[in-house]
């Protein structure tokens, strides 16, 4: 299945897009960890999915291929709300469509579950949404690698076997990083005390009243980055409309490191 690149003009700033497929439409947002991207983040799961669906996976302003806003705060989950929305509605045109987010843009997908009532299915992976203290590990994940041996560090922290990941990831994911001063920008990002940043991925009672769609969260059991006990599993309690599926041998990213187990639960989501 042919995927297609292209802009999309976003509160005048320009989205990267990846689309191709037909039918049932889904929506697909990346993580926030340095360097990723929708390529970086859906590589191993966009083509069956586009087999099956009508995908539009996007990089988020300040990510990928996306531009960058002018001027800081560059950490705007106002800005990547508003982002995911429009994107929601575009594709969607006012029907039911999915959406899979991972990590923040789990987030950004209970978000619009939320402020879009019934109109969508939703697949999130490393979900928070809960309040916890923030890990060492995604303290990594949100500082930027300056070499490639900073960068597979930062793996081992995401990952749960990293002896599968081969030199050319890490040296596209590095080139990336080094590209202009995008590590410098990142680096802006996530500036100063990073619980800040976490804190602002908790979501409301008024949220959580509000949130009424069929969730799916899929969760790696050795996810140090979000674990599943302090983020998804209280979310589970509260979303009576919500279930998730464990994966073990998985840390922080199911669609890259298995990718078979995480397209069987987008399927059975999404095809029913």
Known sequence: MAIKQFELDFEGLAVHCYEGGS???ILMLHGSGAGTSSASNWNRVLDDLAAHYHVLAVDLIGFGRSERKPSPPYFDMALWTRQAQFLFDRISNGAKAGFIGHSLSGFLGLRLA?????LVKLLVTGCPGARFKIPPALQIGWTAPRSLEELKQMYESIVADASGLTEKFYRERLATLNEGDYADYFSS???GDKQAYLDQLVLT????????SEILFVHGLNDRMVPFAEATLPLLRSIATA???LINRCGHGPALEQPAKFLRAAHGLFSS
Do not use: E
Not at 114 to 118: C, D, E, G, Q, S
Not at 205 to 212: E, H, K, N, V, Y
């Open 23 to 25: 039918g049932f439409p």
């Open 114 to 118: 939320a402020a879009r009532p019934n």
């Open 189 to 191: 990002m996530f500036a």
């Open 205 to 212: 009672g008024a949220d959580l009243a509000r949130i009424t």
């Open 243 to 245: 279930d998730a599926v």
